[in-house]
């Protein structure tokens, strides 16, 4: 129904600032929310950002608070992250989501998923 591709993912050194694209195609509803996830190898999915598409309303982790941002572009039906101050712990593979989160940090609540973008922070 809902299909989800991640862009923007890369190499960049401690301190620098990658921007990633979600592009959504397909049914889409304009209650949907949009989120993103990371993941490391060996560790557990977690939340990073999530906006609620009708009013913008954000919600962040808060190891991300304060570098990360992110935005959507109803027309375009993109969501993105950026992500600022970069250090070797946001390494990861970064996911984009889509659903009708009631807790929009939980994994759970999102039914779309992207396939994930690399981010590779050297130091």
């Known amino acids: 129904q809902v299909q989800l591709v991640e862009s923007g993912g890369g190499l960049v050194q401690a301190g620098g600032s990658l921007r990633l694209s979600c592009a959504a195609s397909?049914?889409?509803?304009?209650?949907?929310?949009m989120g993103w996830f990371r993941q490391a190898p060996g560790k557990e999915r977690e939340f990073v950002a999530a906006?609620?598409?009708?009013?913008?309303?954000?919600w962040y982790a808060d190891s991300v608070k304060g570098r990360f941002t992110i935005s959507r572009d109803n027309a375009k039906n993109t969501v993105f992250l950026q992500m600022n101050s970069l250090t070797p712990e946001d390494t990861a593979v970064y996911y984009c989501?889509?659903?009708?989160?009631?807790?929009?940090?939980?994994?759970?609540?999102?039914?779309?998923w992207g396939q994930g973008t690399q981010v590779t922070v050297s130091s």
């Open positions: 989501a889509a659903g009708f989160p009631t807790l929009p940090r939980l994994e759970r609540s999102y039914k779309y």
């Open positions: 906006i609620r598409w009708s009013n913008a309303v954000t």
């Open positions: 397909g049914r889409t509803s304009s209650n949907y929310a």
